[in-house]
């Protein structure tokens, strides 16, 4: 089997003047990065014109929503809105998309939040949808990329593993899972162990398909340090449910010099699958030696 080509991506988070958001995406294009992305959460960027802004200040990175809360959307007009932004950004763009876990913002939204189920299939909808809509030569707008907008399609649970199988281009693994009973994002790491559980779980469910997809994950931060263990006991202390080994162990916290990290991630490659790695924005500049410590010995 080919080894895959790692690829990288970096969630922009903050919404500084437009200047300054334009001179972040230039250094995430200087620094290596494949993808600029834009989450889906209240207080943070609006996704769609972020991309456009985003597309206009550099000119090599593909653009991509990291994910989109499918409960915020109703399909019709966000066909436009993929459509538009696919022809704004010169066929860059990157859909993903997501059921949502953060009740509160819907609260705040005055938007249902619906149980798992239900939020599930509005995101089954909406993939349906979206085929129907934009892959209509009728649609107007009409997108650039053809036969349609590469999907990301991002989740732990059977069903949204099944439906990244089924649908989507790449399929998104974050790593953690909503903490039960929190109104307000609450989230639980996945141990190295269940994380295995749930990357067999998408091989059983994607058997048979015959296609190819990329494997993404989401690292929550990047620490560059000469000694991990002393990480990994701060990461215990916050995270009272993981031993230190455990700790040192979680693929969304990799620690260590640069070339310890880039072994690291070769390491989870070959154990998982990831290739396509992404970063939030607080480590854009930490992992950047990293893509290049990565990009020199493959």
Not at 6 to 35: H, I, K, N, Q
Not at 123 to 140: F, I, K, M, W
Request: proline fraction near 6%; hydrophobic fraction near 40%; glycine fraction near 10%.
């Amino acid at each position: 089997m080919t080894v895959p080509a790692f690829r990288f991506g970096v969630s922009l988070t903050t919404t500084p003047p437009g200047d300054a958001w334009r001179a972040t995406c230039r250094s995430a294009e200087d620094m290596g990065y494949d993808t600029i992305l834009v989450a889906d959460h209240l207080g943070m960027p609006a996704p769609f014109p972020a991309l456009v802004a985003a597309a206009e200040a550099t000119e090599r990175p593909r653009l991509g929503t990291f994910v989109l809360n499918a409960g915020f959307w109703n399909p019709a007009l966000l066909a436009r809105e993929v459509a538009t932004t696919d022809a704004l950004t010169g066929g860059r763009l990157e859909l993903g998309l997501g059921t949502g876990y953060v009740a509160d913002e819907h609260t705040a939204a005055g938007l249902p939040f619906g149980s798992p189920g239900e939020r599930v299939d509005h995101v089954v909808r909406t993939v349906e949808e979206l085929d129907r809509l934009l892959g209509s030569a009728e649609h107007a707008p009409a997108a650039v990329q053809r036969p349609r907008v590469p999907l990301l399609v991002g989740g732990n649970g059977d069903r949204m593993l099944d439906l990244a199988a089924r649908r989507a281009d790449i399929v998104g693994f974050s790593g953690l899972r909503p903490e039960r009973g929190s109104t307000s994002g609450g989230l639980i790491a996945l141990t190295a162990a269940q994380l295995d559980d749930r990357v067999a779980a998408y091989r059983r469910l994607a058997a048979g398909a015959g296609r190819e997809q990329e494997f993404n994950l989401l690292i929550q931060r990047v620490t560059v340090t000469g000694d991990r263990r002393a990480t990994a006991r701060e990461i215990a202390q916050r995270l009272p449910y993981l031993t230190e080994d455990q700790a040192l162990e979680l693929p969304v916290f990799p620690a260590g010099t640069v070339r310890q990290i880039a072994e690291q991630l070769r390491a989870q490659r070959e154990r998982y699958g990831f290739s396509y790695l992404t970063v939030l924005e607080p480590s854009m500049k930490a992992f950047a030696p990293v893509i290049e410590e990565l990009r020199g010995g493959g």
